[in-house]
């Protein structure tokens, strides 16, 4: 049983910058793949990033490439997501998501274990 916290969210200007963060509560943090989804007005959660269980293998939507990165902490089970050069359409309720398998997916329904959600709004 995995319990994810995310924090960090916010708002910014077209352009700026944030780092959201997900701790991570319970066992054996560093066997599970992590990933970050997102949720605009709307039921649907758009894949973002996920990260492999060593943190050595990631997987981007091509929205987001070049502009974000994950990165984990598995000493203090902690992702990290920073986001750059944010645009409005970035806009949505970011969600951590953690899933105890080896498969590293962009399928909502691998993830097991979910947040709460943290919101970014992004101004033009």
């Known amino acids: 049983q995995v319990q994810l916290e995310e924090s960090g969210g916010g708002l910014v200007q077209a352009g700026g910058s944030l780092r959201l963060s997900c701790a991570a509560s319970g066992r054996a943090f560093n066997t599970y793949t992590m990933a970050w989804f997102r949720q605009s007005p709307g039921p649907k959660h758009d894949f973002v990033v996920a990260?492999?269980?060593?943190?050595?293998?990631?997987d981007y939507a091509n929205s987001v490439k070049g502009r974000f990165t994950i990165s984990r902490d598995n000493n203090k089970n902690i992702v990290y997501l920073q986001m750059n050069n944010l645009k409005p359409a970035d806009t949505a309720v970011y969600y951590c998501a953690a899933d105890d398998g080896m498969v590293m997916t962009r399928d909502t329904e691998t993830y097991d274990y979910w947040g709460q959600g943290t919101q970014v709004t992004v101004s033009s």
């Open positions: 990260i492999n269980p060593s943190g050595g293998r990631v």
